[in-house]
């Protein structure tokens, strides 16, 4: 079943457009919009955070949408863990 992925990524677009009546096209362009007005809204959230505001003074969206796109979305825009790739190296071995 190799490429089998975007046969059904396609058809998913494809059962969504005949549903709404709307090209698929045009469903892939509200999609990102509403994306990049959820990651508007969530960077200026995770801004008032970084800044120590009080909790009173936390950016709270007014956007209709936030919440709901929050629910499902905050776990791919936040950073739950930090990878260190870098190997240790005692610099004193390597100088001179």
């Given at each position: 079943m190799a490429g089998g992925l975007?046969?059904?990524v396609n058809d998913a677009w494809a059962r969504i457009a005949e549903e709404m009546l709307v090209?698929?096209?045009e469903i892939k362009r509200k999609k990102e919009t509403l994306l990049a007005a959820f990651r508007l809204n969530h960077k200026k959230v995770?801004?008032?955070l970084k800044s120590g505001a009080g909790?009173?003074?936390v950016f709270k969206p007014i956007w209709v949408f936030y919440?709901?796109?929050a629910?499902?979305?905050i776990d791919v825009y936040e950073c739950k863990s930090v990878?260190?790739?870098a190997d240790k190296v005692d610099i004193s071995k390597t100088l001179p």
């Open positions: 975007p046969l059904e090209p698929v096209s995770v801004a008032s909790e009173d003074e919440d709901a796109l629910a499902f979305m990878l260190v790739t």
